[in-house]
């Protein structure tokens, strides 16, 4: 008779924050879109600003990417304090029973470092709370960055696949 597949008590808290996590992943859309503005901007400033020598103009688009900026920063405050709070929750969560465990592994085998296992949990946390998690959700972007590089210049589109080999 096949024993159902358990799943890792990680695995299962993890889980609990599947929500949270997705809204971590739409503030990193939100952000990524958001870094486009610069390009944006330059384009405005040759386009609209080079041509007409308007001042005015200038100073509105400035004015308008710097709130842009600031709103960027608000959203990358508001997703690590997210990100920290779920990795200090599963440690609360994890740490009494992954020392117990630990000890009592300890006492029966005699064997190995009871705070080496303490030390993996706290891996854990800083990977979840650190630049990691980030490049996870942040990595997708790429091919669509890449396209709006063609969409500029054919030629600058062709050039940043063989620069990321060197």
């Not at 609990?16 to 990524?32: D, H, P, Q, R």
């Not at 990417?65 to 200090?88: H, K, P, Y």
Request: include cysteine; aromatic fraction near 14%; glycine fraction near 6%.
């Amino acid at each position: 008779m096949a024993r159902p597949h358990a799943v890792a008590p990680l695995f299962k808290a993890l889980g609990e924050y599947k929500s949270i996590l997705i809204s971590v992943g739409c503030f990193t859309a939100l952000i990524n879109l958001l870094m486009l503005v610069p390009s944006i901007y330059m384009l405005q400033v040759y386009d609209r600003v080079l041509s007409s020598q308007n001042e005015t103009t200038l100073v509105m688009l400035t004015l308008m990417v710097v709130g842009f900026f600031a709103f960027i920063g608000l959203l990358e405050v508001i997703r690590s304090f997210i990100v920290i709070r779920i990795g200090s929750q599963l440690e609360r969560r994890f740490n009494l029973r992954v020392y117990k465990a630990a000890f009592e592994r300890n006492l029966q085998r005699g064997q190995g470092h009871a705070g080496q296992s303490l030390g993996d949990l706290t891996h854990i946390r800083q990977f979840i709370t650190g630049p990691a998690l980030f490049a996870f959700f942040d990595a997708p972007w790429f091919p669509i960055y890449l396209f709006v590089i063609f969409l500029f210049n054919v030629w600058l589109g062709c050039w940043p696949p063989p620069a990321q080999c060197c």
